[in-house]
């Protein structure tokens, strides 16, 4: 175990099964190493009797010093009482533009429906002449 930095990651090499390389300045941070070659920065915190995990993202995207100041600040948030990985979850199961879209759509076509089967829009508009 050591300091998690662009050497230690660069030399991490896969194996058979995933792995993870745990942080000593920063308990609970650490780079997960997939048996695919592919590595991910992640944290690890108990909450409520139950440890749980939360990806912080992809060795590339993010730097080990980057991914050092994220996991600060999620455990932060951890110690605060919040749970970062149930938000995120949260996040997946709300509603996208596209369904918002489809929504809207049918109250359009709901809405349009009820006016124009009205008695009074029915009749010819007349034109304003004035």
Known sequence: MTKLNKRIVDAAEAQNRDYVIW???LPGFGLRVFASGKRSYLIQYRLAGRSRRYTIGQHGVWTPELARKEAKIQ??????????????????KAITVK??????FTDLKADLRARFSSSR???????NWN
Do not use: F, M, S
């Open 75 to 92: 455990l932060g948030r951890v110690a605060q009482g919040d749970n970062p990985a149930e938000e995120r979850q949260l996040d997946h």
């Open 23 to 25: 942080d000593d300045e």
């Open 99 to 104: 369904e918002l879209c489809d929504l809207y």
């Open 121 to 127: 829009c029915n009749a010819k508009p007349q034109p």
